[in-house]
């Protein structure tokens, strides 16, 4: 890549996309943008970028393609317009989809000839500026390395490894863990809500809470290393928990689905320690393992 010219083309100009583009403009970088719907194009010439016409225009017009849509099958729906075209290009996919989409998504960009490095962005939102914001990085390190300063401007970087499913791993482990958080949160604010109490008066203390969470993670994070956390009585203990929480929210008529699937996993762990004759921990369950021991 030459250092004399920085620019670079990205496709697909959603919240995520758009985001990018601006993070490029503000460090400099000459930016070329291809949108299906050709307002969003519109909105980002405004702020300085130029407007492909084709997705082959977008390809032509710079070396690196970063690309943001929504998963992978509409990569090959935008690239295959253009495939010829991608013989000596470096795409960077940092779209989401699953590790194995990836790995082919990579496999079939390089059989067209170009070099391919996907991504994971780790962001608040489409906030690409907050503190606790980065992207995951996964494919061959040279061809990383090469660009890594040019997509400097997007967030922190997190090189994981040449797998190229890889930075979805982890990518897609961080959400399983975020998703259920977000319907958590939602649960307990209706509760709130609903018995007739001010939410604003309850987030300090949701907020004083999480700061809790990392220490649980360490903890539990060595567990599951040594294939979980068990005590029978502890799960007993939990299955009694969720059901306080499912009474709480269903008293005041909120819908408590996650919480039922809650109690469901730890009654699974129950059983299976019954039968096992040995503490099984919710991991282990999950994993797959308690048949095998």
Known sequence: MSQQ??????????????????????????????????????????????????????????????????????????LEQAADQLNGKVIFNLSSDSPEKARAGGKWVREHGAEFVSGGVMSAGDNIEHPASYIFYSGPKEIFEAHAELLRPLSPQEYLGVDDGLAQVFYQALLTTFHPWLLAFDQATAMISKAGH????????????????????????????????????????????AQHIIDASEEVGVDATLSHA????????????????????????????????
């Open 262 to 293: 809650s109690q469901e996993f730890w009654n699974k762990a129950v059983a299976a320690s019954e039968e096992a004759g040995r503490a099984v921990s919710t991991y282990e369950l999950m994993r797959g393992a308690a048949e095998s021991k």
């Open 198 to 241: 001010d939410i604003a008066q309850f987030v300090p203390f949701a907020i004083r809470s999480s700061q809790a969470y990392p220490y649980f993670m360490e903890e539990f994070s060595v567990a599951n290393q040594n294939g979980g956390w068990a005590d029978l009585a502890s799960l007993k203990m939990m299955v009694a928990g």
């Open 5 to 78: 010219k920085r620019s670079v083309s990205v496709i697909g100009l959603g919240p995520m996309g758009q985001s990018m583009v601006k993070a490029f403009l503000k460090a400099g970088v000459e930016v070329t943008v291809w949108n299906r719907s050709a307002d969003k194009a519109d909105a980002m010439v405004e702020l300085g970028a130029k407007k492909a016409a084709t997705v082959a225009e977008a390809l032509n017009a710079n070396e690196v393609t970063v690309l943001s849509l929504t998963h992978y099958a509409a990569m090959y729906s935008v």
